[in-house]
T-cell receptor, first 111, second 113 residues
Framework: GQNIDQPTEMTATEGAIVQINCTYQ??????LFWYQQHAGEAPTFLSY??LDGLEEKGRFSSFLSRSKGYSYLLLKELQMKDSASYLC????????????WGAGTKLIIKP | DAGVTQSPTHLIKTRGQHVTLRCSPI?????VSWYQQVLGQGPQFIFQ???????GRGNFPDRFSARQFPNYSSELNVNALLLGDSALYLC????????????FGPGTRLLVL
């Protein structure tokens, strides 16, 4: 089975950098996704990691270490609009790649 | 290009009623997945359909059913509604439903009274 853990809430300052961690215990997965979700809205795709290492996409980067069961999302030059929940999700290889989700980390940006 | 669309956006029902939620995938996408998201939690997988066939089913009771049409749009049906069915129901589409990225619609917010 899968178990995914994320911090419930984090606070950061506008212009700063924040790292949101995601740890998991799983029997096997294809890749790991990060999604952003503003309150009352649908999740929007941010990044996808299959191989270990860092994937950079503008202000957002995501890192995966399969041996450590660990991923993080790094947000740079924080803006007020980055206030949202950030969810990590694993593609379960044993069930046709369905997504197994963490509960999400609510990120609060302060001026 | 239009993204994933869902209807209705909001719905209020009473216990015991039935509801049908609809989803149209991104043009060219052949797979649709349905998720239930309760406030403060991550989405929970309900169903995945590809080429009108059910490809996966989550841990939901038989009151939940779905189907996919020849144009790849999909319906989620929930019978005998319970208070606990109140949630945001999300539809996601992908090209072929295997290891591609899933793109989400705006969701249908269901309130059961």
């Amino acid at each position: 089975g899968q178990n995914i853990d994320q911090p419930t809430e984090m606070t950061a300052t506008e212009g700063a950098i924040v790292q949101i961690n995601c740890t998991y215990q799983t029997s096997g997965f294809n890749g790991l996704f990060w999604y952003q979700q503003h309150a009352g809205e649908a999740p929007t795709f941010l990044s996808y990691n299959v191989l270990d290492g860092l994937e950079e996409k503008g202000r957002f980067s995501s890192f995966l270490s399969r041996s450590k069961g660990y991923s993080y999302l790094l947000l740079k030059e924080l803006q007020m609009k980055d206030s949202a929940s950030y969810l990590c999700a694993l593609q379960d290889r044993d069930s046709n790649y369905q997504l197994i989700w963490g509960a999400g980390t609510k990120l609060i940006i302060k001026p | 290009d239009a993204g994933v669309t869902q209807s209705p956006t909001h719905l209020i029902k009473t216990r015991g009623q039935h509801v049908t939620l609809r989803c149209s995938p991104i043009s060219g996408h052949k797979s649709v997945s349905w998720y239930q998201q309760v406030l403060g939690q991550g989405p929970q997988f309900i169903f995945q359909y590809y080429e009108k066939e059910e490809r996966g089913r989550g841990n939901f009771p038989d009151r939940f059913s779905a189907r996919q049409f020849p144009n790849y749009s999909s319906e989620l049906n929930v019978n005998a509604l319970l208070l606990g069915d109140s949630a945001l129901y999300l539809c996601a589409s992908s090209l072929a439903g295997s290891d591609e990225t899933q793109y989400f619609g705006p969701g249908t917010r269901l309130l059961v009274l």
